[in-house]
């Protein structure tokens, strides 16, 4: 398979799985009804819980039913998913200075920072927002470095 | 591999487990705690190892993995010590309400047998402290998704990491 093909093949698997992801901590809410969301939801919301506090109050109601994660880590993983489906079209080559990585993670510690400790209240839109500005950077340097690891490298040898 | 390969995932791993274990703290960190954790794991391990840089992306992933499947365990653990001390857990409090969200649904028998099945396990958690039910869920999703996680963070740490080098 050559390089142009195998990336290509690579970022579609990975956008199939952050889609399967995203899908997991929004089902009850895309599919509000549904056997499978109701039997479903307690061994999905278990598995989430491993990575997000699930707190109600930070939590976006879509459709009257609680996402499964947080509205930041809401935001980190459709960052994420967007630019994983922009990469299939665009962004061929991937390079970033490090730099961007430490102003992508910046918003998030601020906000943080703040809300902790009162000096503005806990915005919903804010946490989504800075989640959705690091979700979309630090998943172009994650992407980067496994084509690096498993297509640059084995051509290059 | 020797021992002291595994001393970086094994201290981060563990101070990952007592971040997410401990009620508030979570909050703060939430998905970024076991990311985080790898990419300390890596400097760690380039510290104490003296491991060359720039870092190999497989060895970062390794390292990555490992810090995961430590979280995972030592998380775990402390879940069902605790769960055995105080015969309660986020499960068994969170019951109620997940059973009258389950309920909204009308299943009918694949309702009955899902709660029949959460109720013996909190049943089990009450009277005796463990449910291995229980027990075995949370080995099996802390496991995935901290092995996941960890592995990202791995991936993301070489970023950080072999910065150093072209410094």
Redesign the interface.
């Known amino acids: 398979m050559v390089p142009e093909n195998k990336r290509n093949f690579l970022r579609l698997g990975i956008f199939f799985l952050l889609t399967v992801w995203c899908f997991g901590f929004s089902f009850e809410s895309l599919f509000p009804?549904s056997?499978l969301?109701?039997?479903s939801?307690?061994?999905l919301?278990?598995?989430y819980?491993?990575?997000?506090?699930q707190?109600p109050a930070?939590t976006f109601l879509i459709g009257g039913k609680k996402l499964l994660?947080?509205a930041?880590?809401t935001g980190?993983y459709l960052g994420a998913l967007t630019i994983s489906l922009l990469s299939l079209f665009f962004f061929k080559k991937l390079k970033l200075e490090?730099k961007l990585?430490y102003v992508s993670i910046t918003p998030i510690l601020i906000d943080?920072i703040f809300s902790?400790f009162n000096i503005y209240k806990y915005s919903k839109i804010i946490a989504f927002g800075t989640g959705l500005f690091f979700g979309s950077i630090?998943f172009v340097?994650?992407l980067a470095?496994?084509e690096?690891?498993f297509i640059e490298?084995k051509f290059s040898e | 591999m020797n021992n002291k390969n595994f001393l970086p995932p094994l201290v981060c791993g563990f101070g990952a487990a007592v971040i997410?274990t401990v009620p508030g703290v979570?909050?703060?960190g939430?998905?970024l705690i076991?990311p985080l954790a790898a990419i300390l794991s890596l400097y760690l391990d380039h510290k104490i190892n003296k491991t060359e840089l720039p870092f190999r992306?497989?060895n970062a992933?390794i390292l990555g993995l490992l810090t995961g499947i430590f979280a995972a365990v030592f998380?775990s653990s402390f879940d069902i010590l605790m769960t055995y001390i105080f015969h309660s857990n986020?499960?068994v409090q969170t019951l109620p309400q997940?059973e009258a969200?389950?309920r909204?649904?009308k299943?009918g028998l694949?309702?009955n047998q899902?709660m029949g099945m959460?109720k013996q396990m909190s049943s089990d958690i009450q009277q005796t402290g463990f449910s291995l039910f229980y027990t075995v869920?949370?080995f099996f999703?802390?496991f995935?998704?901290?092995a996941i996680?960890g592995t990202?963070g791995g991936?993301?740490g070489?970023?950080?990491i072999n910065?150093r080098v072209q410094k």
Do not use: Q, W
């Open positions: 009804g056997s969301a109701a039997v939801y307690p061994i919301k278990h598995a819980g491993e990575v997000c506090h707190i930070k994660v947080c930041r880590c980190i490090v990585l943080v902790s630090v340097y994650i470095t496994i690096n690891i490298k | 997410t979570k909050s703060l939430c998905c076991v992306a497989k992933m998380a986020d499960f997940t969200l389950v909204h649904y299943l694949l309702l899902t959460m869920g949370i999703s802390n995935i998704v901290n996680f990202l991936l993301l070489i970023t950080f910065k």
